[in-house]
């Protein structure tokens, strides 16, 4: 199983940022994801779950309204559509298999002006 993130980067507040997750050595579209952030000093937080088939679909209080979750099962892809982004977003994503262990590398989200 490999998950590999990309699309972090620096952005100012406001902006916007599409994180996506590559996934590959597993049957992609039987299996709900899940995206993840760490920032320093706390612990690991879910931040939104998608089912296997993208029709059920839940988020963290706190990007409620800015961050949207998708998936393409053809592409074997998770995405993260991050908007309104405030400082406070700043850390490593991750994306996760629900029922499974096993994680991406992360890639960071830096928000700063």
């Known amino acids: 199983v490999q998950l590999v993130e990309s699309g972090g980067g620096l952005v100012q507040p406001g902006g916007s940022l599409r994180l996506s997750c590559a996934a590959s050595?597993?049957?992609?579209?039987?299996?709900?994801m899940r995206w993840y952030r760490q920032s320093p000093g706390k612990e690991r937080e879910l931040v939104a779950h998608i089912s296997f088939a993208g029709s059920n679909i839940n988020y963290a209080d706190s990007v409620k309204g800015r961050f949207t979750v998708s998936r393409d099962n053809a592409k074997n892809t998770v995405y993260l559509q991050m908007d309104s982004l405030k400082p406070e977003d700043t850390a490593v994503y991750y994306c996760k298999v629900f029922s499974l262990n096993y994680w991406g590398q992360g890639t960071q989200v830096t928000v700063s002006s």
């Open positions: 050595g597993f049957t992609f579209s039987r299996y709900a």
